[in-house]
């Protein structure tokens, strides 16, 4: 559940803050202002499950991060996105009010901006920035979808490891609160798995761990033990989003 963030974060700061609100010009911002409201979230809550109607879209800021995962039977899951201050989540790609098809839990907790999906659906109907904005917004978050699929086939536990400690680097600084149980949730492995993999990350010097903090200490040696996936996926934002929100054009 979330609450009204403190006094700390505010509406300038999302604004700022937040890579897809940071494109939008003063004209498209009052659009959706006036009924944007701070929120705090908290990690671990659930901020979407399957089959619910989406009727807010949060937009996370500073170190929020969110995940993206699909539940299957045997009490297992597997996170198939996240999201951090680069994005959104919640009725960013639908035509107006639409059914929730994966769950999504927050990961690390924060300040996000909460827009009510009538405000946004409105928004897009009377700017064709802001229309465009998601349209693009939405390939991206397809893009990533698209190659964690190709990742998870294809490349070893620790390359996604790596991958996934990077993005998480990007959206939520060096010290990850994040045990290694969660994390072999978030990558559809046994918790060995992952112990055996932390601990080669951490013997080579990458990473530091203690008492469910994942510390990145080596990020140069990080991107040389990744795939190309993450590297793909930053780039295809640059060329459909970018500073502007035009992307590459």
């Known amino acids: 559940m979330d609450v009204l963030a403190d006094d700390h974060a505010t509406v300038d700061d999302a604004f700022l803050g937040n890579r897809l609100l940071s494109t939008f010009t003063g004209e498209s911002r009052a ?11 908290d ?7 399957r089959g619910e109607q989406v009727t807010d879209s949060l937009f996370p800021i ?3 991060m969110v995940s993206l995962g ?10 198939v996105a996240s999201i951090g ?3 959104a989540v919640g009725g960013i790609v639908s035509c107006g009010q639409a059914p929730a098809f994966s769950r ?20 897009k109907r009377r700017s064709g920035f802001v229309a465009n904005i998601f349209c693009r917004y939405s390939d991206y978050l397809l893009s990533q979808v698209m190659q964690s699929v190709a990742c998870n086939a294809f490349h070893s536990i620790t390359q996604r490891a790596a991958r996934w400690l990077l993005h998480a680097q990007d959206r939520a600084g060096s010290r990850l609160e994040l045990t290694q149980e ?19 990350l951490q013997d080579d010097g990458l990473i530091t761990t203690r008492r469910g903090i994942i510390h990145v200490i080596d990020r140069a040696g990080l991107e040389a033990r990744a795939c190309e996936c993450y590297d793909a996926i930053e780039r295809h934002f640059a060329d459909v989003i970018g500073d ?6």
């Open 85 to 87: 201050r680069e994005g």
């Open 70 to 79: 699909v539940a299957l039977s045997g009490n297992r899951s597997i996170e």
């Open 31 to 41: 659009l959706i202002e006036t009924a944007a409201t701070m929120v705090e979230l």
């Open 182 to 200: 969660a994390m072999a949730g978030l990558l559809g492995v046994q918790r060995t798995t992952v112990n055996a993999v932390i601990r080669e």
């Open 244 to 249: 502007t929100g035009h992307g590459g054009i």
């Open 104 to 123: 999504a839990e927050v990961l690390v907790g924060g300040a996000a901006l909460k827009v009510p999906m009538d405000a946004l659906e409105g928004a």
């Open 43 to 49: 990690a671990g809550a659930l901020v979407l499950r």
């Open 62 to 64: 500073g170190e929020t």
